[in-house]
C-alpha cells in the first residue's frame, strides 16, 4: 500500500471513528432510560485466540421441574444483534431472547460481538464463530450440543448466515435471518431503491444509502481486496446452498421498504431452487428494523408478534 493509501485510509478512519462513536454515545444515553426488565445472565467469555472478552446475556427457559428448579441440559438458540456492524446494540434483543427461551423452551445465548470501525471484517464474524465455538464446547454441561440454532437481525442475520455458511457439518440445526445484508459486491447506493423511501417511524426505517455506505466502509475498512467482497464469511449469498439448514429449518424474513429486500429474496430463492425448503417471509407495507420500533398495541406490534411466532416455530422445529 502506497503512502498516499494509507493516509487515504488513516483519514476515513478517523472520519468514521467520530461519526460511530457519537452515534453510540447517543444510544448508550437513550438506552439506559430504556431498562428492557427481562431476566438474564450477564457473562463473558474468553475471545478468538484466548484476546479479550466477548459478552454475553443467557436467557434461560422454564424449569422442567418447578418445584427443585432444575433445567437439565436444553437445545440452545445463538443471537446476533443488529447495529451495521458498528452499533453497539446488545441487549436490545432481550424481548425476541426471552420469548425464545420461554417458548421454545431453549437457551438463548444472546452474544455481542466487536465492532467496526476499530475491528473491522472478519473481526465480527471470528467472534460469531468463538462464540459458537463456546456453546459446542459446553463446558458447564448446559447445552444440547445437537440442537444449536443460531439468528440474528440486520447485521446480526448477516452474522448468523455468514456462520451457519461456513459452519462444519452438523453444527448447526437451524437459522433465522430477519432483514440480512447478504450481498456486499454491490454498495448499498447502488441497490434497487424500494417502492418507498420515507416511512413513519412505526413501520420502520429506509437506511439512508449515505448512511449505509458508511456502514460499510467502516466494515470493510481492512479488506484486502475487492475480490474478497464475495467471501461468504462476508456476503453469504455466495456460500454453498447445501451449507444452510434444509427442510424449513433456515427462515429468510424481508420488508418492502427496505433497500436489502431484494438480495434478502435472492438468497432464499436460491436455498429453494437448491432444494433445501427455506422458510420465506416476506413483510408487506413494512420498513427495515420494524419490530424494534413498534409500540405495543399498535397494528405494528401485532405484525411484530406474527414475525416472532414465525421465527419461534422454525426454531422449534429445527431444534426438535
Not at 461456513?166 to 431503491?193: H, I, Q, R
Not at 397494528?299 to 431444534?319: N, T
Request: hydrophobic letters at 40%; one cysteine or more.
Amino acid at each position: 500500500m502506497s503512502v498516499l493509501a494509507r493516509l487515504k485510509k488513516a483519514i476515513l478512519y478517523v472520519r468514521l471513528k467520530f461519526h460511530f462513536t457519537l452515534l453510540n454515545l447517543i444510544i448508550k444515553l437513550v438506552l439506559r432510560k430504556r431498562p428492557h426488565g427481562y431476566p438474564s445472565h450477564y457473562m463473558t467469555i474468553t475471545g478468538v485466540n484466548s484476546h479479550g472478552r466477548l459478552r454475553i446475556y443467557l436467557h434461560s427457559p422454564p424449569p422442567t421441574d418447578p418445584a427443585h428448579n432444575k433445567l437439565g441440559q436444553r437445545p440452545v438458540h445463538i443471537n446476533f444483534h443488529g447495529g451495521g456492524f458498528c452499533l453497539n446494540f446488545h441487549g436490545r434483543d432481550a424481548r425476541f431472547c426471552s420469548l425464545v427461551a420461554h417458548e421454545a423452551s431453549c437457551y438463548v445465548v444472546d452474544a455481542h460481538y466487536r465492532m467496526a470501525p476499530n475491528h473491522p471484517w472478519p473481526a465480527a464474524y471470528q467472534d460469531c464463530r468463538r462464540v459458537l465455538e463456546w456453546v459446542r464446547a459446553n463446558e458447564r454441561g448446559m447445552f444440547d450440543t445437537e440442537k444449536i440454532t443460531i439468528g440474528g437481525n440486520s447485521a446480526g442475520a448477516n452474522l448468523a448466515l455468514a456462520v451457519a455458511g461456513t459452519a462444519k457439518e452438523g453444527e448447526l440445526k437451524g437459522v433465522v435471518a430477519f432483514y440480512p445484508p447478504v450481498d456486499f459486491t454491490v454498495l448499498y447506493s447502488k441497490k434497487p431503491p424500494p417502492p418507498r423511501t420515507r416511512v413513519e417511524r412505526a413501520i420502520g426505517i429506509v437506511i439512508p444509502p449515505r448512511e449505509a455506505d458508511r456502514f460499510h466502509a467502516a466494515y470493510q475498512l481492512d479488506l484486502p481486496s475487492q475480490a474478497m467482497l464475495a467471501d461468504p464469511r462476508l456476503s453469504p449469498r455466495f456460500a454453498p446452498p447445501e451449507k444452510f439448514p434444509g427442510d424449513g429449518c433456515t427462515m429468510i424474513l424481508s420488508c418492502e421498504y427496505d433497500y436489502l429486500d431484494r438480495e434478502a429474496r435472492e438468497i432464499a430463492q436460491v436455498l429453494e431452487d437448491a432444494g433445501r425448503e427455506p422458510v420465506r417471509v416476506w413483510v408487506k407495507g413494512m420498513g427495515h428494523a420494524r419490530d424494534q420500533l413498534c409500540d405495543d398495541g399498535t397494528e405494528g406490534a401485532r405484525a411484530r408478534d406474527e414475525m416472532w411466532r414465525r421465527a419461534v416455530e422454525v426454531i422449534r422445529h429445527a431444534q426438535a
